[in-house]
């Protein structure tokens, strides 16, 4: 992702919130998604239109039985950029503000589940997991680390949502990881 306006229209928390919602159901109406997300309908529309404009959701009229229902699906499912992306100083400063907050969105999951894990059920408490690694790597070797989980994660998700045995016990899962110079 390298325009500024893509990074500002995604890493707004409504926004974020809306994206996930359409990756995990697919195609949704406006009314759906507001009900769902505990939002106001207009607000829902208003944030999907800062999301077309930056060619990251799309209208799907198709999907309407008639005039009167707005649906909307991703236009795309991956979003990534560094900010090493802009030269310009302001943009520069808008992606750093922009992966603070995805690192916020990313940690404020975390603690969600670690203040509620007692309440979920033993299974999830069990496959739920943390791993951290320290290595002597390149800025090469680095990025090809994140090139390889990348994939791992893109192959596994395409594997769990196209299996069909396992229906009623899925639930939403969230995995993220990040890896950067660091001392012991």
């Known amino acids: 992702m390298t325009s500024i306006e893509t990074v500002r229209a995604v890493h707004h928390p409504t926004r974020r919130r809306i994206l996930s919602f359409l990756y995990l159901h697919g195609a949704s109406q406006v009314s759906v998604m507001a009900k769902s997300l505990d939002q106001q309908v207009g607000s829902v529309s208003h944030h999907l239109r800062m999301l077309e404009r ?69 299974e999830w408490r069990k496959a739920a997991f943390s791993s951290d690694s320290l290595a002597f790597a390149t800025p090469e070797e680095l990025a090809e680390l994140a090139d390889e989980l990348s994939a791992t994660v893109r192959a596994w998700r395409e594997r769990v949502k196209t299996s069909g045995d396992a229906a009623g016990r899925r639930a939403p899962v969230f995995v993220f990881a990040r890896g950067f110079p660091s001392k012991p």
Do not use: C, Y
Not at 57 to 69: K, N
């Open 54 to 122: 930056a060619a990251i959701v799309e209208r799907a009229p198709e999907l309407a039985a008639d005039g009167r229902t707005s649906w909307w699906r991703l236009a795309q499912d991956q979003f990534s950029f560094s900010i090493e992306d802009f030269d310009d100083p302001g943009e520069r400063m808008q992606a750093r503000e922009a992966d603070r907050a995805n690192t916020q969105h990313q940690l404020s999951k975390l603690a969600t589940w670690l203040n509620g894990q007692d309440k979920a059920p033993a």
